[in-house]
């Protein structure tokens, strides 16, 4: 293991991180990935390396693949819907337009539907902006299969992600109106804000009460929110926070966390709230996690 080894690593240690994530949506399998990256880099010859970024992007990719394949096994298995693990990202993601939209939950939720291999291409062309020849060498397929491939992936995620992107404080805005009318029981209030197909997804992960299947329609959501908040027996608290580049609550009853809350705001009304339960994918949302396209 060499000093310039362990620096450049270090150098890309975020990017890699991001790149996996995004792929996998889960930290605690992206953490996996740079592992596997760190121990693939420390045995490369150097004289073999042209493009030390590139090389390192392309063995992450790689192992994120072959994790994302196996992951996809697991989900099969799942309890309920499978949402991303939500991570605490820094006010300056939030300010990052272009990297708060490829980590929001509601686009990470629609790369869900993508085959892995489509994932991979989608995220290396669309987030990170690599050349078809590197997204070639990185997933195994020749530049011109990854050409369709991307364009297919686009054209799959274009017909279900977001179409009118808000400003961070829109956002906020209308998170904080939607916060207020749970801690006020103003069931109304919550309805002004939420567009009329809002739909909710709720992740459980089978340990925690969740909702089998997306809930559809404001009224709907609100009556199923408001009912569940009037049974509760404790008290509950609600947090505003920044998951994934965007506004987010953090739910706690009686101090405990209960879950994460991220929002999708489409002209000033939530169009997608995405309720994550299962405490195995909550254990990122107490310390902020550095995150970088570049």
């Known amino acids: 293991m060499s000093d310039t080894a362990t620096e450049t690593f270090v150098t890309y240690r975020n990017l890699l991180f991001t790149v996996a994530y995004e792929m996998l949506g889960s930290a605690a ?3 996996d990935v740079l592992q596997e990256t760190w121990l693939r880099w420390v045995r490369v010859d150097p004289d073999e390396v042209r493009d030390e970024r590139a090389y390192l992007v392309r063995i992450a990719t790689r192992q994120a693949l072959n994790r994302l394949r196996a992951l996809q096994r697991r989900k099969e298995s799942y309890v309920g819907p499978w949402l991303p693990e939500p991570l605490l990202t820094a006010p300056d993601v939030a300010e990052d337009a272009e990297l708060a939209e490829s980590m929001s939950m509601a686009l990470m939720f629609v790369l869900e539907t993508l085959s892995p ?3 991979a291409v ?3 062309r669309e987030a990170f902006d690599l050349g078809y020849d590197e997204i070639a060498a990185a997933v195994g397929k020749t530049p011109a299969a990854c050409r369709q491939i991307a364009l297919r992936a686009r054209r799959h995620v274009e017909e279900q992600r ?12 209308a998170v904080d109106a939607f916060r207020r009318a749970f801690e006020t029981g103003d069931p109304q209030g919550a309805l002004d804000v939420l567009a009329p197909q809002v739909v909710l997804v709720s992740d459980g992960g089978g340990v925690k009460k969740a909702a089998a299947r997306p809930v559809t329609g404001a009224d709907k959501v ?3 929110l408001f009912g569940r908040v ?5 008290t509950l608290a609600i947090e505003p926070t920044v998951v994934n580049g965007s506004p987010a609550l953090l739910v706690r009853l009686d101090g405990e966390l209960d879950g994460v809350l991220a929002v999708r705001v489409e002209d000033a009304r939530i169009t997608g709230l ?3 339960r299962n405490p195995e994918k909550l254990t990122r ?3 902020a996690t550095p995150l970088t396209l570049r």
Do not use: I, N, Q
């Open 162 to 173: 977001p179409r009118a992107a808000v400003s961070s404080g829109a956002a906020r805005a």
């Open 274 to 276: 995405y309720y994550v």
């Open 117 to 119: 291999t489509e994932r």
């Open 122 to 124: 989608f995220v290396l």
């Open 285 to 287: 949302v107490h310390t």
């Open 222 to 224: 609100v009556r199923m």
């Open 29 to 31: 399998d992206a953490e």
């Open 230 to 234: 009037a049974k509760l027996a404790g």
